[in-house]
């Protein structure tokens, strides 16, 4: 397992409360910075996927992108909880505690350590595109369920990649979100919905080379 040197700053990497039962919602990404497309999304997966809470993960680096910019873990931790206002919404960047570099290695994590809880992977329909990418992809859809939320200009690349052919007898119709964190994986959901044109990379460039 390929690990990074574990980071534990009080308060920025707890890992947030939750009980079994719970439908839980994991939004991973470096938010860099957070904006209101990703806030969006959140409100989105929380209704139509009924979920009880929904957790931010801010990454400690993205594998598949150059960090050498990236801000501090806790200032991106700060910016978003700063920025969300919903009980339901928990930012948290416990994967630096644990020394975790890849989603496979979350997932395993809270599926095995936190029994009975109904978890659900949300990303973007850009991240299902380069999915096929990711470190034991096929593990991760083996593992939990997972939601994928229309981006501008994303829609097409996304269901004729990789991941959507191979996962395709997994998917489920829209109209099943409420069914998702209960379903048995593989399983996965399309939602097409309200966009925002909004991408982190687009405000940092707005910002200039100074902004990080």
């Known amino acids: 397992m390929t690990l990074r040197a574990p980071i534990r700053i009080p308060g920025i990497t707890t ?17 860099n910075p957070i904006h209101e497309g990703h806030l969006l999304v959140m409100e989105e997966t929380l209704r139509r996927l009924e979920l009880d809470a929904l957790w931010v993960l801010v990454t400690p680096g993205n594998p598949l992108k150059n960090n050498a910019a990236l801000p501090p873990l806790a200032d991106r931790v700060l910016a978003a909880r700063a ?19 890849y989603t496979w290695q ?6 095995t350590s936190l029994p009975g809880r109904r978890f659900v992977w949300i990303m973007g329909a850009d991240s299902l595109a380069d999915f096929h990418r990711w470190e034991r992809w096929r593990d991760i859809a083996a593992a939990i369920p997972f939601a994928v939320y229309v981006r501008p200009g994303s829609g097409r690349r996304a269901l004729a990649s990789r991941a959507a052919a191979t996962l395709d007898h997994a998917q489920l119709d829209e109209s099943d979100g409420p069914l998702l964190a209960s379903a048995a994986p593989p399983a996965w959901i399309y939602l097409q919905g309200r966009q925002s044109s909004l991408s982190s ?11 990080g």
Request: cysteine-free; hydrophobic content about 40%; aromatic content about 10%.
């Open 106 to 111: 979350t997932v395993r994590f809270l599926t």
């Open 15 to 31: 890992m947030p409360p939750s009980a079994p039962g719970m439908r839980i919602g994991l939004f991973g990404g470096s938010f």
């Open 83 to 101: 920025r969300i206002t919903d009980p339901r919404i928990r930012v948290t960047g416990f994967e630096a505690e644990k020394g975790f570099t």
């Open 201 to 211: 990379t687009a405000i940092r460039a707005a910002r200039g080379p100074k902004a």
